[in-house]
């Protein structure tokens, strides 16, 4: 089993910066691939970011903004998100995939940008 607990999520201001994080516990390794997700009201999930070894992705609606990185000696996932937007606005969840279809979420953590 996988534990993924989420912090840094809070109020922040348009334009401003968090640093959101995911402590990992339990199966894991630095071979699997990370990847943090968010959800808005209404919305479907998305992915906003992925990382695997030394290769990281992000989606179109943040490229620019967020830059993902693990480090793996502390089992901790970091999502730092620049240039907040108001429709940024959403649960932020990381996630771990082992397989296609074995994939641990944690419990998420909010972030609301206000304008």
């Known amino acids: 089993q996988v534990q993924l607990v989420e912090s840094g999520g809070g109020l922040v201001q348009a334009g401003g910066s968090l640093r959101l994080s995911c402590a990992a516990s339990?199966?894991?390794?630095?071979?699997?691939?990370m990847r943090w997700y968010r959800q808005a009201p209404g919305k479907q999930r998305e992915v906003v970011a992925g990382?695997?070894?030394?290769?990281?992705n992000d989606a179109g609606s943040v490229k620019g903004r967020v830059t993902i990185s693990r480090d793996n000696a502390k089992n901790t996932l970091y999502l730092q998100m620049n240039s907040l937007k108001p429709e940024d606005t959403s649960v932020y969840y990381c996630?771990?995939?082992?397989?296609?279809?074995?994939?641990?979420w944690g419990q998420g953590t909010q972030v609301t940008v206000s304008s």
């Open positions: 339990g199966r894991i390794s630095s071979t699997y691939s």
């Open positions: 996630a771990m995939v082992h397989t296609i279809l074995q994939v641990y």
């Open positions: 990382i695997i070894g030394g290769t990281t």
